[in-house]
């Protein structure tokens, strides 16, 4: 994968719509959003309920295709490629932090940090010490063999970073990663964010509520009646 030049942001959405179409209505989500996150940046993304933050995350995450408009990673302009390949660059390049921590019940820890790797189709020798590296990075070492259904609100919380994190993705996207869980616990998830933004090439994009997490990132931008603005 080439890296961008110094100029170029890692990230890069142009002109971006987007419109849902039901059996009763048109409902237009998204006009025209335009944004640029540079690797290391963090960026936040609020706004009141139904407003689209979810949705903008679900095209950053290629999980949804817009309506109109351009979407640039890595230099590469992803709109561009087939379904199968966006969604192979989205194995090795994003990393998805879903509200609620979604995981495999019934797998342990491990287990649910290795399924990004098999995904990706990294080599099986190198697993291991990979995830260990994660899990040391969330400390939760000791919990590795721990079934997910018997973790804390915080612990799984750290795991899905973790998850996110496994496969060194260009960047990082959250769904109210903190929603759930008390103020140290949010504030120590806060930590992670930071540090993995900052010694990794990795952007973090999250979807907040909390005025608090916003005010820790970089770039915080609210979502009002389809457009994307800048607080600060
Ligand atoms: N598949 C769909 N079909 C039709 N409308 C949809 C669809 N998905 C979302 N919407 C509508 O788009 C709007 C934006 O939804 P979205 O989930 O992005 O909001 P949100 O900002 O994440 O809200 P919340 O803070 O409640 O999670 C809402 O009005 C929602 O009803
Ligand atoms: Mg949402």
Not at 174 to 188: C, F, H, K, M, V
Request: charged share 20%; aromatic share 6%.
């Amino acid at each position: 994968m080439s890296r961008p030049n110094e100029t170029e942001p890692l990230l890069r959405l142009k002109g971006i719509s987007k419109s849902y179409q039901t059996t009763e209505e048109h409902v237009s989500v998204l006009q025209k959003i335009d944004l640029s996150v540079s690797t290391n940046e963090m960026v936040a993304i609020m706004g009141p309920s139904g407003s689209g933050k979810s949705t903008l995350l679900f095209i950053l995450g290629l999980f949804l295709s817009p309506s109109a408009g351009e979407y640039i990673i890595n230099g590469e302009n992803v709109l561009k490629l087939t379904r199968s390949r966006q969604a192979e660059f989205r194995r090795k390049r994003i990393g998805f932090i879903f509200q609620g921590a979604d995981m495999f019940e019934h797998s342990t820890v491990y287990e649910n940090i290795e399924y990004p790797l098999i995904y990706a189709k990294s080599k099986p020798s190198s697993r291991a010490q990979r995830i260990h590296q994660v899990l040391e990075q969330v400390k939760l070492t000791h919990r590795m063999h721990h079934s997910s259904n018997k973790l804390s609100g915080g612990e799984r919380q750290r795991v899905a970073i973790a998850r996110a994190m496994v496969n060194q993705p260009a960047v990082i996207l959250a769904d109210e990663p903190t929603g759930q869980l008390d103020l140290d616990n949010s504030q120590q998830i806060m930590k992670y964010f930071r540090s993995i933004a900052s010694t990794t090439d990795t952007a973090m994009i999250i979807v907040t509520h909390d005025q608090n997490i916003a005010k820790e990132c970089d770039q915080a931008l609210h979502i009002e009646n389809g457009q994307l603005l800048s607080e600060k």
